[in-house]
Structure formats: structure tokens, C-alpha cells
């Protein structure tokens, strides 16, 4: 049988661009699988990429499709980064832009023909370079795998599921746009309640489906957290596999990341305290003595941002300072801001930065996650990593993660899980941390079994490799 040859395709990949969880493992896993066999990954050269910086050069191979008249030509660019090769496409209604979706909490308005455009090239580059397995992953992909069925592509595909929320689904008028046939327009395919969903789409012509967690794989087959998709999932569940992501540690590595001021790790935990002094001085918070507590992430509705801030008051009149970097949804900066402006115990950085995300985990005591859905959540491994023990609601991949406390330490990893989505029980879970705190041995011996927990990409990149195998 002929060696695998996998094309991997992402809209980001850090980090050359990345905008969340997906960036961090669309390098992380083709860089793992790739000592295994034959992986190159691709994604759109925007804009914003320094390609002087990450030494990417046009490797003279070009073409044009033409979508509803319009002709569009796309260029394949290439570079090695990291012992990795990856195709860059370039093409300019999608690439130069400041964003890669749009500004924080937006998407721009002809995204379906930008990412139409990458579907186009990813199908072209399967072809012209050779390749015989594609992994495509979440909805700016998916129409790769309906592009690349027209084309006669017979290699399996792999797509996978990062988050259902964003499907993609368009008006049915657009179809001309994206170059795909109106036979698509089908109760078994694309078609969705007189919509277009790509999404719907790539699970019709994948012949693997995969999720970012064991317990997601099962929650989007309920309509509770299926987004419209669930008969469609569960029909397809025969070829439907939940593998939890994993993180890099060559990246996320508190004993070797250059953002820290001290580097610590679970057999030399004093560093992190020196990371805590610094970033407490950094933000400008005074009670060194108090529990530093933290929240990472997009500021939307699914991460909780409602309740986290129905809590911040109550929260914040307890001995505890609170850290928050995110972006995102306005009605939630403002909010914030507003909080941030009464409370000399609450440090708000709005943006994206990934330099102060690692030095925030570094300095955390405890890590907030109350996510009314979380498909995988990478934002409770890294912290587990960086010796800051979660606070979860009990949901999806945060279930699979973070179980709570128990004397025998036999599952990986552990924190404060709370079950039903209310301020109420996120401010126990919360209190209950804080007791922990006070109990310095124990709270030591909690962080240090976080901190040796196996997250690593590896372990999911060796159930890719096995389900790869299965297809071939
Ligand atoms: P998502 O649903 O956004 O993908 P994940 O928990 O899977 O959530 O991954 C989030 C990733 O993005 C983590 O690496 C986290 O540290 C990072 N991240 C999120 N928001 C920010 C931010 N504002 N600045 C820096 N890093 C961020």
C-alpha cells in the first residue's frame, strides 16, 4: 500500500495566525504527525504574515478559478518552519485583510467567497501535489470536501469539528458563487432548512468525522448542544469519533518559555511565585498574599462571559485579585470596563497577546473556565501546565479534562468542576478553591499532579494516526 501523503488544511495555524484554540493545534498536530509520516499542512498567506520572517517563497505553481464569471488567481506559496512544511495560498480577496474572520466579534460580509476560494485551492493542491489523505478541519474548510468530490478526488477525508457553532451557513443563491453544483442542494448534503450549511456539507463527504473530545462527540448528537445539526450528526454516527486535543510542549512549557520571568516546573515549583510577583507588579495589583485568579479567552457567550460577570461583584469583595485578557463581543468590554474602573483588585487587558497569556497562567493560582459549551477548551490544559488549577464548568472537553479533587489522584487532571450553569454554583466552585488555597500542602500537591498531567499533542496525534491508517 502507498505511504500516507496527508494534506492538513486550517484557516490558522500559529503562528502565523491564530485567533484561538484552532491556530494552536492546526501547528501543533501536523507537527507531531509528521514524524510519523508524510504531513504538510496549508492555510491563506494573509496579510498580516511576515513572510520575510518565516522565509516564505512563492514556489511558482499558480492557477485560476473562475466562481460566477469572476476569475480569481491564486498563488502557492512555501516555507519549512519548525521542521514543518507548509503551503501558503494567496490570493488577494482573501488574504489582505487586518483579520483573519474579521474584527474581534465580526465576520466580514463575503467570507463565504474567501473561504470558498481556500476550498478551491486546498482541492487544487491535493491534485497537483500529490497528496492522498486530506484533514480538513472546521467550517472554513468544509467546502474543500465537496470541491474535492466534484473533482473526482477519490482519497479519504478526515474533517473535524472544532466548534459547531460556526457552520457556515449561507443564502442558497450563493452556491454559484463558490463554484459547487446545484446537486448539492440536497436534503443529504448541503442543504439545510433552505440554507447552504458547508459544514453539513464536509460531514456528508468525510469519511471520518472527528471532534475535539470524547464528550462533545456525544453532547452535539443531543439537540441541546447539536446547533440544528444533530439528526444530521447522529445519522452519520457510524463514522463520527470524538480524540481529545492536546497541547505542544515545546511551546507551552513553563520550564523553558522565554515570556516568563522564572521558569518553574512541578519538581521546582518556586519559580512560579517569582512569576507571580512580576506579573502582579506588571498589573499593578498590591496584595501579593492573595489568591491570583484568572480567565483567558474570546469574549462570547459560549465562554461564559454572562455569568463570569453577574459574578465579578461578589467575586471581587473576597480576598482575590482577578486577571482577564480576552477580546470580543462589545456588550462584555463595556461591562468589564466598568467593573475594572471600581475594583482595584481586577487587572483587564482587552486584546490579544500571546506573551502576557503565558505570563498570566504562569502567575495564576486558580483558572476560570465556565463555558456554557466547550467542544475541547486547550485554555484548562495549558493552565493545569502552568500550575494554575481550573475552575470548569462540567461540559464537553472540560468534563474530559478536569475532574474534581480526590485523595488517590487517578485521573488526569483535577480542579473545581460545577455542573449546573448558574453564578451561583460557579461561586461555589470558586469558594471552594479559595479554601484550598489556604491549605498550602495540600493546594501544592494538587497543582503538582496538574502540572504532570499528560495533555500532550502527542497522545492525540497518535490516535490521528491510527484512524489515518484505518482509512488507508
Ligand atoms: P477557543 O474556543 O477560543 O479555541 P481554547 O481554550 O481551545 O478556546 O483555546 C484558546 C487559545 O487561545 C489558548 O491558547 C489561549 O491561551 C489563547 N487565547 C485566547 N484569548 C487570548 C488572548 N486574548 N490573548 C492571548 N491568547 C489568547
Redesign the pocket.
Known sequence: MKEIRLLFAAAEIFPFA???????IAFALPKALRKKISTTAIMPLYGFIDRERYGIAPTGEHFTVTLDGSAHDIEFFHAQYDGMDIFFVYNDTLCDREYIYGPPGEGYGDNDLRFAIFGHSIAEAVERFDFNMLHLNDWHTALAAVIARDKGVKHPIVYTI??LVYQGVFDARFMKRWGVGDTHFHIDDMEYYGYLNWMKGAIAHADIVTTVSPSYAIEIQLPEFGFGLDGFLRKHSDKLVGIL?GIDYDIFDPMRDPSLDASFGPSSIRGKNRCKNAFLKEASLKEKEWPLISF???FSE??GLDILIDSIGELLGNEINLAI???GESRYIEALKEIEAENENFYLQI????S??HRI?AASDFFLMPSIF???????M?AMRYGAIPVVHEVGGLRDTVHPICRTRKICGEGFVFESMDSKSFLAAISEALKLYKKRSSLQKVRRFDMECDFSIEKCAKKYLDLYEGLR
Open positions: 491564530k485567533s484561538g484554540g484552532l491556530g494552536d472544532h466548534n486535543n483567558i479567552g474570546r459560549q465562554k485578557l480576552g477580546d486584546g490579544y497577546d500571546e502576557l497569556s497562567y466547550e467542544p475541547c477548551g486547550l485554555a484548562q495549558i
